[in-house]
């Protein structure tokens, strides 16, 4: 008989057999003293076929996000049943918006207390350089945009929240088919519901530190005061759920994709007990409008800016429209890594306070795009817990989980 096993005991085997987690963090702690070691003796570009490898790791990220979002929202969304439907969403919406205030408001806070800011000469210097590097965008038009001209387009396009709106329109066609009288209707809604739910079991794999520690306190606190109160409002055991949310939360640390890290979150769920009407709907949905790290993100970001530029700290005026304009463009923008730092100018621009090319606005700005990508491991980190805990939260109180559930 053919075996393609590798040998019993062998290196691919151990390698195989390996926690992958452990692999990840390993790969990440190798990478980061290579890129010590390589600064510290004047490096600075890697060879392109090194590079090549994080390029390639990325884009079989992107490469799956699409099929997974389409997937899992068609099929969460048409296995609920058209009476859920508004109760688990309602539910699942106002709790994601909720946590997201709550995460500006932490920011905000941290934000007042650390007073992060640099030096007014750095940033002149550095805003000549940060030309082209803003954008131009609106929270209201991003709102409108949700809704899709051309499926097809947005498809190609990857602009995830049409692809969203689409795919929930769709798959609550299809769960009103799936109970059709006619048996013709049935049958197609049948058929094309198991097409999606093959797509969505696809499987994958000085200044700045002072933002830094207010970030990453901001997000500690978050999880304690934000995520454990409400487990324990729930009554949903808190080592039991951790347990579970590891795995999530360190794929979205190294991946910097809440997107890309809904496989690990779908098994979570699942593990924990939660029915798939529920998470297969709400998980994909939280990763694309739920983001409480980048919310208090955009609180410490938002106070350095202006503190930097302007001298001065935000006034009660802007950090009440900060809290507002930042839960809104959490909604607007997908789970990808680096997504957050776009946001940052929507809701600098909304408080009257555009990121220009060559204005000392966007020298401090770049300056933030410069550590984004340690910011943006701990921010995607606790936007995919806070998804995994309003879900189990909402499965719990709505009775969706399963008989021998942990979150019983
Ligand atoms: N990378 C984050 C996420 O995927 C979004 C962000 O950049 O804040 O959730």
Redesign the pocket.
């Known amino acids: 008989m053919a075996n393609n096993e590798p040998k019993k005991g062998g290196i691919l085997r151990a390698y195989l057999n390996f926690n992958v987690l452990y692999k990840i963090l390993i790969g990440l702690v190798i990478g980061a003293v290579a890129g010590i070691i390589l600064a510290a003796s004047g490096v600075t570009a890697l060879p392109k076929w090194i590079s090549m490898f994080g390029t390639i790791f990325t884009r079989l990220l992107k490469m799956i996000i699409i099929p997974i979002i389409v997937g899992s929202l068609v099929v969460g969304a048409s296995s609920v049943s058209p009476a859920n439907v508004g109760k688990v969403g309602i539910r699942v919406i106002i709790i994601y918006l909720a946590t997201s205030a709550l995460g500006v408001i932490i920011g905000l806070v941290m934000g007042n207390i650390f007073q992060p800011h640099a030096e007014l000469a750095a940033v002149t210097q550095l805003a000549a350089d940060a030309a082209g590097k803003t954008a131009e965008t609106n929270v209201w038009d991003v709102i409108a945009n949700i809704i899709p001209t051309s499926v097809l387009s947005s498809l190609v396009n990857e602009t995830v929240l049409q692809v969203i709106f689409f795919s929930l329109v769709f798959g609550l066609c299809l769960s009103f088919m799936k109970v059709s009288e006619d048996e013709r209707i049935r049958t197609i809604a049948t058929t094309m519901y198991n097409v999606f739910d093959c797509l969505a079991d696809a499987k994958v794999a000085g200044a700045l530190l002072t933002v830094t520690i207010a970030c990453f306190l901001g997000y500690a606190i978050h999880i304690v005061a934000v995520y454990g109160g409400l487990l324990a409002i729930f009554r949903i055991k808190i080592g039991a759920f951790f347990k579970e949310a590891r795995t999530p939360f360190i794929t979205a640390f190294v991946t910097?994709?809440?997107?890309g890290t809904l496989p690990t979150t779908f098994a979570a769920a699942e593990n924990l007990g939660v029915d798939k009407e529920v998470y297969a709907f709400s998980l994909p949905l939280g990763a694309t409008i739920n983001?409480d790290g980048?919310a208090i993100?955009q609180g410490v970001c938002a106070f350095f800016l202006v503190m930097s530029c302007y001298g001065r700290g935000l006034t009660f005026g802007e950090m009440g429209m900060i809290v507002l304009l930042a839960t809104l463009a959490s909604i607007g923008?997908a789970?990808?890594?680096?997504?957050?730092?776009i946001m940052l100018a929507m809701v600098m621009q909304g408080i009257d306070l555009p990121i220009e090319a060559g204005t000392t606005l966007a020298g401090a700005y770049a300056m933030i795009l410069g550590i984004d990508a340690i910011l943006?491991m701990g921010?995607?980190a606790l936007?995919v817990t806070g998804d995994l805990t309003c879900t189990c939260c909402v499965a719990k109180q709505l009775g969706f989980v399963k008989a021998d559930s942990v979150l019983k």
């Open positions: 910097r994709s809440s997107n983001m980048t993100y923008t789970g990808v890594p680096g997504a957050g730092a943006d921010r995607t936007n």
